[in-house]
């Protein structure tokens, strides 16, 4: 069985707080070829989203903000 038990490849701060800015990010994410797997704490106060896959913090940056969203280094 494939699963994602292993820690994510990157860990940012972002600004993507509630459902409707998940909803939001979820096509800019899910179509991404370097993004295998993703999630979003909402309940961390630094809404961490966790990446599985090989994409850069700068190519991330560059899709998040196209999708109207912040990211930064965590």
Not at 32 to 42: L, M, N
Not at 60 to 65: D, F, P, R
Request: hydrophobic share 35%; net charge positive.
């Amino acid at each position: 069985m494939f699963g994602f038990a292993k820690k994510p490849d990157l860990i940012v701060r972002s600004n993507i707080n509630c459902g409707g800015c998940i909803k939001g990010v979820t096509p800019t994410l899910d179509s991404h070829p370097q993004v295998k797997k993703w999630k979003v704490d909402t309940e961390n106060p630094e809404k961490l989203l966790s990446i599985w896959g090989t994409i850069s913090f700068e190519e991330l940056h560059k899709s998040i903000s196209e999708a109207g969203f912040e990211v930064s280094k965590n």
